[in-house]
């Protein structure tokens, strides 16, 4: 069994510190986020009405996209804003109830539009799908990636019509995997991937995976499986070949179906999981 590679936890190191720096961005936007968010049947909303406090308190939006207030009675919520049903309610409680009413609004439980986050990050559960949220955003609030995280992330789309109320796991009948994302594209900042999600999506983050890297080479031992991962990258993940090493005349060593198989590789071949790279020595 090998320990992970000095490459390994450098990758760790710098993994925490990317998820870190954006989540400061994140935060700071998840207030704006909110703002857009359009209310939705099952979402329950907190309402206060400022010195009357029989009619603060927290109101559930009904199937048919309205709340019932005291006073005024049924109120359309669902498609707007916490700001638009503000407007609304103060509109309403003004027409011969209340002069001049000081009212809030605020989404206490976002129950119509979410995704899941499952897999290695230190909150999996439910993420409020507020404004045009995206992959980083999502995982900042999911708590970030553990240091367990493996090199691909996925995000998983049910098929059209879908009752699941829960999420949808790769494989399952009808979905779709709609973004993958390297976690190395992460770490360098790269968010071409960081696309917008939409209700009922699932990010995967699998725990990390390994292959290893043996024979002449300055490092041997095991790295952290990135996908779509070459010969070439994994020898640099562990310094290169060494002076006696010789890349060209590379193995990989493979099962496949229960047997080891044994493969010529070029420096370009994509490596699988649980791959071993044989680097032999030079033939003089």
Known sequence: ???????????????????????????????AFAKDYRIGAQDVLQIGVWEHPELTGRYAVGGDGTITFPLVGAIKAAGLTATELRTEVTKQLTDGFIKNPQITVSVAEYLSQRVFVIGEVHTPGVVPLTGNLTLVEALTRAGSLTENAGGELQVVRAAAGSLSVGPTLPGSTGAT???????????????????????????VVPRAQSVSVLGQVKNPGAVTYEYDMTVLRAVSLVGGASDVGALGRARIVRIVDGKKTEIKAKETDTLMPGDVVMIPMKLW
């Open 1 to 31: 069994m090998f320990r992970p590679t000095r490459s390994v936890c450098q990758r760790r190191v710098r993994l925490l510190g990317v998820i870190c720096g954006v989540a400061a961005w994140c935060l700071a936007t998840t207030v």
């Open 177 to 203: 995997i709609v973004l993958r994302a390297s976690v190395q594209q992460l770490l360098r900042g790269q968010f071409a991937t960081n696309a917008e999600l939409s209700d009922g999506d699932t990010i």
